[in-house]
């Protein structure tokens, strides 16, 4: 239990709170492993619980009018899902699968919520989590509607980086591998316009791809590209 307590305190969600408050959740929390591929659930699934990535990562996926499978966001270590749904009862909204071999902890959503009467300032910590998630989706959306395929790209290249980059002699290196396939789908563009964007951007010494591995050669142009500086 106290291995799981000191878990759940690495999470943003739950950094800071009580001992216990973190004590009481640990005692119905427990860990999950998701294999690679692995379903962890389905979009329409009741909400039976919120989870927590402890190692390795999963994908956000949805499926599109056409049928194709859209990955909305791929979460490392540290990173929660399924929270909307276990708050709110509604069925989930997206599906997750394991894009990696994980290991996730999980807490039940009748428990959650004992602990949230029990302890307001996990509450006031929902909160503060809920609003950074609407400015994900906000982003996502205006990404979508308002900006150009590069600067969509761009945005995605640099958030990754930042995120799950490791410094490498030739810039940074993204650890998620990635396929050409995978990166059309999340940037929201066709294989093939993605293609030209890679040709003329490795031409430019900005990126290279190479069997799913992206290494990020001049992370200060792709900024420039996806306008962030400007934000």
């Not at 791929?74 to 990173?79: D, H, S, T, V, Y």
Request: glycine share 10%; hydrophobic share 45%; aromatic share 6%.
């Amino acid at each position: 239990m106290d291995q799981i307590a000191k878990h759940l305190g690495e999470f943003a969600l739950f950094a800071n709170l009580d001992p216990g408050t973190l004590k009481a959740l640990a005692a119905h929390a427990h860990r999950r492993p998701l294999g690679k591929g692995a379903l962890l659930f389905e979009a329409g699934d009741p909400p039976d619980a919120l989870y927590g990535v402890i190692s390795g990562q999963v994908r956000v996926w949805t499926v599109s009018h056409s049928g194709h499978e859209v990955t909305l966001n791929i979460l490392g270590p540290g990173a929660m899902l399924g929270e909307i749904g276990v708050l709110d009862g509604s069925p989930r909204s997206a599906s997750v699968s394991g894009y990696t071999a994980s290991e996730l902890l999980v807490i039940g959503r009748a428990d959650l919520f004992a602990a949230i009467e029990a302890d307001p300032a996990l509450a006031r910590q929902i909160i503060t989590f809920l609003c950074d998630r609407l400015r994900w989706v906000s982003a996502r959306m205006e990404d979508s509607t308002l900006r150009s395929a590069p600067e969509r790209l761009a945005r995605m290249l640099v958030y990754l980086g930042q995120d799950q980059g490791e410094g490498d002699a030739g810039g940074v290196v993204i650890t998620t591998k990635l396929t050409q396939a995978e990166l059309a789908r999340w940037a929201l563009m066709s294989r093939e316009a993605l293609n030209k964007i890679v040709a003329r951007w490795t031409d430019e010494g900005i990126i290279t791809m190479t069997r799913g591995k992206i290494l990020l050669h001049d992370l200060e142009r792709l900024e420039e590209i996806a306008e962030i500086g400007e934000e």
